[in-house]
């Protein structure tokens, strides 16, 4: 049974937690933590007794517990890391990743800051010690991209990469387009059905989409970029005449970022596409070609967000590290 300690308790750890106790995965949840309380148990923890407590409290546990505590002291194989993004300076995530993999932990998260800052150094202090950094979830959702990338695609040349990866700003342009909406009604809408935060900046000014192409640029490219080196357009200025004008010539607008290898071309920005472009999803779905050498070109399409669709991600990694490293008896 491998043992994982989940640092974050938010949309995403519950999902985890409510995926586990539902399958039978042979993985054992000792310790989570939120931001003012823990719960530990070596012996695998209840999970549907904290998801019951974390709703009826506020709480997952005890205070005077941090996470920081878990994760020195907690018995597990695998950090499960879903505290908030931030993207400035990865914390307070990038400390536990740091700690849990110079404990020897492996980590997995969903969280773009450290992964976009640090990558490289993640990386060789997991070698150092033995064990492995996965990230699939931060970058388009429930669809596995990275893995497909690394894995599927591998002996691939990959020329060029674009998509939607950022639901948010679909969701608004598909209003928009659809129902005349304006920038500001079809963003408050957004807002209300919680598909964008109270500040929608990282998004709709395209920084979020921005920010997983540099994911891809440094973990499967090694491009060794930063945000800096992304042409960044957001949606913020695109008008509903302007939807209507690419209407009446059977298009549309959608947010696209794009990633060049090749040419080093790592830009985001609104694109006209015909209405029946492969990339052309609508609401809040992510969607991604790879234009490659062998294969051809592929695409995916699926949900970028969301509770249990991120927890998808997540388990998948989790069960690539509990096949390839840690099974236990
Ligand atoms: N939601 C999605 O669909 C999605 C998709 C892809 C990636 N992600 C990424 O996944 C991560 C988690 O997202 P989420 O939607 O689950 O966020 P969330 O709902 O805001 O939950 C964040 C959790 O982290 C806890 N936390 C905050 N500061 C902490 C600290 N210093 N130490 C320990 N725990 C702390 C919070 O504690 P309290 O409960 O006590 O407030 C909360 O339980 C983020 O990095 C996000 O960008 C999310």
């Avoid at 993985?27 to 974390?54: F, N, Q, Y």
């Avoid at 990866?165 to 957004?190: F, K, P, V, W």
């Avoid at 990339?279 to 249990?308: F, K, P, Q, W, Y």
Wanted: charged share 20%.
């Amino acid at each position: 049974m491998m043992r994982l300690a989940i640092i974050g308790f938010g949309s995403v750890g519950r999902g985890v937690a409510a995926a586990i106790a539902e399958k039978s995965l042979d993985l054992e949840v000792t310790a989570v933590a939120d931001s003012r309380s823990a719960v530990t148990d070596p012996d695998g923890l209840d999970l549907l007794a904290v998801l019951d407590a974390k709703e009826k409290t506020g709480k997952v546990g005890s205070e005077g517990v941090g996470a920081m505590d878990v994760i020195r002291d907690g018995r597990f194989d695998v950090l499960v890391e879903v505290t908030p993004t931030n993207a400035l300076t990865g914390e307070p995530a990038l400390g536990y990743i740091e700690a849990a993999l110079a404990a020897s932990k492996y980590v997995v998260t969903s969280n773009k800051g450290p992964i976009a800052l640090k990558y490289p150094a993640l990386a060789a202090l997991a070698r150092q010690h033995g064990v492995e950094l996965r990230y699939e979830a931060t970058v388009c959702g429930a669809i596995p991209i990275i893995n497909a990338l690394k894995t599927g695609l591998a002996g691939n040349r990959i020329e060029r990469l674009y998509g939607i990866l950022n639901g948010t700003c679909n969701y608004i342009l598909t209003r928009m387009a659809d129902e005349g909406l304006s920038y500001q009604q079809a963003l408050l809408e957004a807002r209300e059905l919680g598909y964008a935060e109270a500040d929608p900046t990282y998004d709709v000014k395209g920084i979020d989409p921005a920010i997983k192409l540099v994911i891809l640029a440094n973990t499967v490219f090694d491009m060794n970029v930063s945000l800096d080196d992304v042409s960044i357009t957001g949606i913020d200025a695109i008008t509903t005449d302007a939807l209507a004008l690419a209407d009446e010539q059977d298009c549309t607008i959608r947010l696209i970022g794009e990633i060049i290898p090749s040419k080093r071309i790592m830009r985001v920005s609104p694109r006209l596409l015909s209405k029946d472009h492969q990339l052309v999803v609508h609401n809040t779905l992510n969607a991604v070609t790879v234009e490659t050498d062998l294969a051809g070109d592929i695409t995916m399409i699926g949900r970028g967000a969301g509770s249990m669709e991120t927890a998808s991600a997540i388990i998948g990694d989790l069960l690539f590290i509990r096949d390839h490293h840690v099974k236990r008896t």
